[in-house]
T-cell receptor, first 113, second 112 residues
Framework: DTEVTQTPKHLVMGMTNKKSLKCEQH?????MYWYKQKAKKPPELMFV???????INESVPSRFSPECPNSSLLNLHLHALQPEDSALYLC????????????FGPGTRLTVL | QKEVEQDPGPLSVPEGAIVSLNCTYS??????FMWYRQYSRKGPELLMY????GNKEDGRFTAQVDKSSKYISLFIRDSQPSDSATYLC????????????FGPGTSLSVIP
């Protein structure tokens, strides 16, 4: 299995809702990432988990809460989002040792009303 | 000056043309270079990964790195309409390879 899967594909939520995004990989990768991508812009790094521990938080607002239950799973919990948080949320994984390729999932398109 | 720059395009070429996509970077510490292809509303797909200066070929794609000029290129031979996408160059930070700096991307259209 050489892919990263993400659910749901699309999500519409109100500003008072709580929702979660899910990411899964079965490549034995030890690093997993959350990115945010706005239209016509490159991906922006949000969080990195390395060996199931949070290693990088790019000063992301606390309304985004990541969780790594095990080495194959990565969640992003969303609460009290703003309309400007609407974007494509991408998960990626890599071997996590040295400089190596990151493999991306298809993304979750989030709309905050 | 941005760390990684790309001409945003859009670049429009006829089917069968050779396409040249380019990135320049300012940080000489970058050692590894990646090219991603991203179709509209999809996740980026890794095309090429290279370390050394020189050329690396994979099918119709050739990645070229010139570290002395801080310049990388991706060439697409015999371009197809299915190559129409945004192409992103990317470079891991030497201080933390998990942090990848992406170029802004070049939008390519291959016209049948």
């Amino acid at each position: 299995d050489t892919e990263v899967t993400q659910t749901p594909k699309h999500l519409v939520m109100g500003m008072t809702n709580k929702k979660s995004l899910k990411c899964e990989q079965h490549m034995g990768h030890r690093a997993m990432y959350w990115y945010k991508q706005k239209a016509k812009k490159p991906p922006e790094l949000m969080f990195v988990y390395s060996y199931e521990k949070l290693s990088i938080n790019e000063s992301v607002p606390s309304r985004f809460s990541p969780e790594c239950p095990n080495s194959s799973l990565l969640n992003l919990h969303l609460h009290a989002l703003q309309p400007e948080d609407s974007a494509l949320y991408l998960c990626a994984s890599s071997q996590g040792q040295g400089a190596n390729e990151q493999f991306f999932g298809p993304g979750t398109r989030l709309t905050v009303l | 000056q941005k760390e990684v720059e790309q001409d945003p395009g859009p670049l429009s070429v006829p089917e069968g043309a050779i396409v040249s996509l380019n990135c320049t970077y300012s940080n000489s510490a970058f050692q590894y270079f990646m090219w991603y292809r991203q179709y509209s509303r999809k996740g980026p797909e890794l095309l090429m990964y290279t370390y050394s200066s020189g050329n690396k070929e994979d099918g119709r794609f050739t990645a070229q790195v010139d570290k002395s000029s801080k310049y990388i290129s991706l060439f697409i031979r015999d371009s197809q309409p299915s190559d129409s996408a945004t192409y992103l160059c990317a470079m891991p930070m030497k201080t933390s390879y998990d942090k990848v700096i992406f170029g802004p991307g070049t939008s390519l259209s291959v016209i049948p």
